[in-house]
């Protein structure tokens, strides 16, 4: 299941990136594998994980209903609690990782405002210095794509602010 998780987020990547639907339809399949493994892993957040890759996937896709069963999947999942013996991998997984792919997916599907919303949420919550820089780009990148310049390059220096604090 780990190596699908990983597997799908890379040919995610790898859609996103080259903007093909190749690697994209690629990251759904791998996804679809891990569900099938992760039936037989008692671990809530390890199949919350899977739900959010065959999210990520399907808004590559433009599959806009695929994409929001994923999410709502994903917290469903979450909900249930954590479990013992998660993966170390799914350990992470919460609602913030969530909400950071749900608003990729929106950007993915062309609704970088929505995405936005998502973002300046986020970073007025509690958020680790790498999840912080991570959402901050992610909240420039939204900016951009709604032709917001000026605000799209102060997000982005306040990135930079946060990389010259010593994140690598």
């Not at 639907?21 to 039936?39: D, F, I, Y």
């Not at 013996?85 to 970088?112: F, H, K, W």
């Not at 936005?116 to 420039?140: F, I, K």
């Amino acid at each position: 299941v780990q190596v699908l998780v990983h597997w799908s987020g890379l040919s995610s990547f790898v859609a996103r990136t080259n903007r093909k639907s190749g690697p994209a339809r690629e990251a759904l399949r791998l996804a679809q594998q891990a569900a099938e493994e992760a039936r037989a892993v008692p671990s809530p957040r390890l199949r919350a994980l899977v739900a959010l890759r065959h999210a990520n996937a399907t808004s590559l896709l433009g599959d806009d209903l695929g994409f929001r069963a994923a999410i709502s999947r994903a917290r469903r999942e979450l909900d249930r609690g954590p479990w013992a013996d998660d993966p170390e991998m799914a350990q992470r997984t919460n609602e913030s990782e969530i909400a950071i792919v749900e608003g990729m997916g929106y950007m993915n599907l062309g609704e970088p405002a929505r995405g936005e919303e998502l973002y300046r949420r986020l970073l007025g919550s509690e958020l680790s210095p790498m999840a912080r820089t991570y959402v901050g780009s992610l909240l420039a990148d939204s900016l951009i794509r709604q032709d917001a310049r000026d605000d799209a390059i102060k997000a982005a220096l306040d990135v930079l602010d946060m990389l010259t604090d010593g994140m690598t």
